[in-house]
């Protein structure tokens, strides 16, 4: 049964194709040493914004900009606020951003660790959160999400599963422990959420309209 669910998960991830934009942006982050969600879990973040018509949206986690360009393309209106420590990644998102040809006024960029700059952000102001930042901030980050999502809003946490730590309780490291802890709060206190075996794990919820 594993090996046959290990079979669809890869069969799955194959199936999304990326146009030449989006392979130069994965050369991005393979250079930079940074993470990007996997094809198939972009895709979804795309599909994610289009049927939720989201105009709004905070990253957590600028990384070359993969996902970022995800969420801009599931809709042209969608106004986007990335957040990253790193200087370097989110100069190569803004080139990415804008050799696929998003408006600059589409994006901020903003350079710093989310635990200092989301308690900015308005509270009920955003229609999608996505967090893929560093996993042991994750609970915190969720958590100031919730608070800027507008009702009935999307929170999404990439990396839920942490390529498949999460689901082994012998896993005792830091961020394993604080990503396991997320999903169970989140799943536990949402009755529209649900964690998906995409990429790295997804984990989704709505808020309460």
Known sequence: MASD???????????????QMMVL???????????????????LLRLLVSISHSRTAVEV????GVSGLYLLLGNPDLTLTTIDVEAEAQRSAREVFSRAGIRASRTRLIK???ADILPRLADR????????????EAPGDAEEAL??????GLLVIA???LDGRVA?????????VAIRGLVRDVLDRSPLSSLLPVGSGLLLAQTQS
């Not at 050369?27 to 895709?43: I, Q, R, Y």
């Not at 608070?147 to 009935?152: D, E, H, Q, S, V």
Request: charged residues 30%; negative net charge; glycine residues 10%.
């Open 5 to 19: 669910k290990t079979l669809s998960w890869a069969y799955s991830e194959e199936q999304t194709a990326e146009d």
């Open 25 to 43: 942006a994965r050369a991005a982050a393979e250079d930079l040493g940074v993470s990007a969600v996997s094809p198939a879990t972009g895709a």
């Open 61 to 64: 986690g600028t990384g070359a």
């Open 112 to 114: 710093g660790r989310s």
């Open 125 to 136: 102001s955003y229609d999608l959160v996505l967090v893929d930042g560093d996993p042991e």
């Open 147 to 152: 608070r800027i999502l507008r009702p009935g």
């Open 159 to 161: 990396r839920a599963l």
């Open 168 to 176: 082994d309780p012998a896993r005792r490291e830091p961020e394993t």
